[in-house]
T-cell receptor, first 111, second 115 residues
Framework: DAKTTQPTSMDCAEGRAANLPCNHS???????VYWYRQIHSQGPQYIIH???NNETNEMASLIITEDRKSSTLILPHATLRDTAVYYC????????????FGKGTLLTVNP | EPEVTQTPSHQVTQMGQEVILRCVPI?????FYWYRQILGQKVEFLVS????????KSEIFDDQFSVERPDGSNFTLKIRSTKLEDSAMYFC?????????????FGSGTRLTVV
């Protein structure tokens, strides 16, 4: 699985967009970028994933650079409940795929 | 929205005792997992389970650990003789299938404290 690098922590004002970066320069052509988050020791929660096209769902948008070496998760209007650790994880998603969690980014949304 | 249910939410046990952590995955899911998170550390993979057998396990998942899907709905993790270092949050997760579009659904975890 691709090694990913994320900032340790970030702050964001409530109601503003939160942009969380992730570097994955060793990602291979068949590996997806997955984003999960963990709110205060709860179980991790799936957010979004992508291969090379930008993706959007009801939770977030994912922007992947053309060379696929980095991506940005965007929470368009952050709320206090979005305070969590966000994990960027690479993997092929196949039948034996397991998630390998790093330390992630602690996003703190401030009032 | 369908959920993965884990019981108990908290378990305190004495060192050397056996514990069984229980999980009810989402009913039409086919792949099942256990992860653990020691306080302040990363979430770590323990084991994956498919078609009534273990498909992969980590170095952590030694002979003290076992998993079972006894009745087609429950998925259990047994620790035969607990050690202090087994104290952690244990998360069960499931996936519908092997397509990349299927994200994991995690339960809310069992906090295991070994004293």
């Amino acid at each position: 699985d691709a090694k990913t690098t994320q900032p340790t922590s970030m702050d964001c004002a409530e109601g503003r967009a939160a942009n969380l970066p992730c570097n994955h320069s060793t990602i291979s052509g068949n590996e997806y970028v997955y984003w999960y988050r963990q709110i205060h020791s709860q179980g991790p929660q799936y957010i979004i994933h992508g291969l090379k096209n930008n993706e959007t769902n009801e939770m977030a948008s994912l922007i992947i650079t053309e060379d696929r070496k980095s991506s940005t998760l965007i929470l368009p209007h952050a709320t206090l409940r979005d305070t969590a650790v966000y994990y960027c994880i690479g993997g092929d998603g196949g039948s034996n795929y397991k998630l390998t969690f790093g330390k992630g980014t602690l996003l703190t949304v401030n009032p | 929205e369908p959920e993965v249910t884990q019981t108990p939410s908290h378990q305190v046990t004495q060192m050397g005792q056996e514990v069984i952590l229980r999980c009810v995955p989402i009913s039409n899911h086919l792949y099942f997992y256990w992860y653990r998170q020691i306080l302040g550390q990363k979430v770590e993979f323990l084991v994956s389970f498919y078609n009534n057998e273990i498909s992969e396990k980590s170095e952590i998942f030694d002979d003290q650990f076992s998993v079972e899907r006894p009745d087609g709905s429950n998925f259990t993790l047994k620790i035969r003789s607990t050690k202090l270092e087994d104290s952690a949050m244990y998360f069960c997760a499931s996936r519908p299938g092997q397509r990349v579009n299927y994200g994991y659904t995690f339960g809310s975890g069992t906090r295991l404290t070994v004293v």
